[in-house]
């Protein structure tokens, strides 16, 4: 960077790093536009269309002139919904005033960040951890804090590794169940001991729950917030949306429920920036509870397709002579171990792209090395060919 340009940005903007995800979806879409038969396995979004009834809503919003400033933690009859479906699961009497919509659930967990840590915090991060968790830390001044969980544990940190990892510093911890990027699923008993070791030691709890209903093998869905004892639920914030489960990542729509006094400070951080999310989105989301069996029916419909590829894909990496592979149960990702191989994975992610016109993401854009990230939203035929150039190129490599 020349010394020019290091005047003219920010702390800030000098520091941050762009998504590595985000590159790779659009380096495989840049291959695909210049006429490139790519299989990308890159994207974290379904491949699938928003479901009609939806679209339907938010048209109508549109043909009824729903085109203004809306309150800027939400339409009201959305944020309703929102607090009465999360009250019915059991998550405690949850008021329309705790719930805030967002333009994406990355702007949901950016302004929990945001609200809840000071310059100098700590945040501690399981590894391997979406990519977008520490700039967002850092963005808030604070300092990201990593708890490696290895392949052997399924991708999960233990209570004695958080004990471990807590300093008078830390403030917050984040966890991601289903995670991106390898589909770790916490168990009942698991989340409920973390969620334990997190609230006794004073610290707040982000849970990212954005693929809450994206969930195979009969795993049931979990939420810290419905772990910890009543009278210490307040320090857990709860951040989901519609982009993963009902696919409108476009629509960009987080949601957000917290205590009240955070959801205030994160409704007023969303004046300032963003004010509110799209106001037409919004009614198109609210259609999700309104038409509640349409919903389901879509989310069923969908979450089979998921699961076929899922177990596919998984056997099939396994099946090839120095992979290993984790059997994800949430999302729609898979984390394949390709230390065999003795490449680092940013290299091995870019001959792959380069020698194969796969694309995949390096497992050190998550802070775990020597794997690669899968998604299998895509679609069956792609798998199939993206499988057989990968088998190819493995093969090579071993020589």
């Known amino acids: 960077m020349s010394e020019s340009t290091s005047n003219v940005l920010s702390t800030w903007a000098r520091n941050i790093a762009p998504s590595p995800t985000l590159a790779v979806d659009a380096k495989a879409k840049a291959l695909k536009a210049a006429g490139e038969d790519v299989c990308g396995f890159g994207a974290g979004e379904p491949d699938f269309d928003t479901p009609d009834f939806i679209k339907d809503a938010a048209a109508a919003a549109l043909a009824a002139g729903r085109t203004k400033y809306a309150p800027t933690p939400g339409i009201p009859a959305l944020r309703k919904a929102i607090a009465a479906d999360y009250s019915a699961r059991?998550?405690?009497?949850?008021?329309?005033?705790?719930v805030v919509v967002s333009p994406g659930g990355k702007m949901s967990c950016y302004l929990a960040i945001?609200?809840?840590?000071?310059?100098?915090?700590e945040v501690l991060i399981p590894a391997p951890y979406w990519v977008s968790y520490p700039e967002m830390v850092k963005l808030a001044g604070g300092v990201p804090r990593f708890i490696p969980a290895a392949p052997g544990s399924g991708f999960k940190i233990t209570p004695a590794q958080l004990r471990a990892a807590i300093t008078p510093r830390s403030k917050l911890l984040i966890l991601n169940s289903p995670s991106n990027p390898t589909g770790a699923v916490y168990g009942e008993a698991e989340l409920r001991a973390l969620t334990a070791a997190a609230l006794d030691a004073g610290l707040l709890i982000l849970s990212d729950e954005i693929y809450e209903h994206l969930?195979?093998?009969?795993?049931?869905?979990?939420?810290?917030?419905?772990?910890?004892?009543?009278?210490?639920?307040?320090?857990?914030?709860?951040?989901s949306g519609f982009a993963k489960t009902y696919s409108m990542t476009g629509w960009r729509l987080g949601?957000?429920?917290?205590?009240?006094?955070?959801?205030?400070?994160v409704a007023d951080l969303q004046s300032q920036t963003t004010s509110n999310a799209t106001t037409f989105a919004q009614y198109g989301a609210l259609a999700v509870y309104e038409h509640p069996a349409k919903a389901r029916a879509a989310l069923a419909q969908m979450l089979?397709?998921?699961?076929?590829?899922?177990?596919r894909l998984w056997e099939a990496l396994n099946a090839i002579p120095g992979i290993t592979c984790h059997r994800s149960q949430g999302a729609f990702y898979l984390f394949p171990?390709?230390?065999?191989?003795?490449?680092p994975s940013s290299e091995f992610a870019a001959r792959l792209l380069d020698d194969e016109r796969v694309a995949v993401v390096p497992g050190s854009a998550f802070g775990a090395e020597g794997?690669?990230?899968?998604?299998?939203?895509?679609?069956?035929?792609?798998?199939?060919?993206?499988?057989?150039?990968?088998?190819?190129?493995?093969?090579?490599?071993?020589g």
Do not use: M, W
């Open 215 to 239: 969930l195979y093998d009969n795993t049931p869905s979990l939420s810290p917030a419905l772990l910890a004892p009543a009278e210490k639920a307040a320090n857990v914030i709860t951040v």
């Open 255 to 265: 949601t957000l429920v917290a205590a009240p006094e955070i959801a205030r400070a």
């Open 114 to 121: 945001l609200a809840t840590v000071s310059p100098g915090d």
């Open 304 to 311: 089979a397709r998921f699961d076929s590829r899922r177990l």
């Open 371 to 398: 794997h690669v990230r899968f998604s299998y939203a895509t679609s069956e035929e792609t798998i199939e060919k993206g499988l057989e150039r990968l088998t190819r190129f493995c093969a090579k490599l071993r």
């Open 90 to 98: 059991g998550f405690g009497g949850i008021a329309e005033s705790q």
């Open 337 to 343: 171990d390709i230390r065999s191989f003795g490449l």
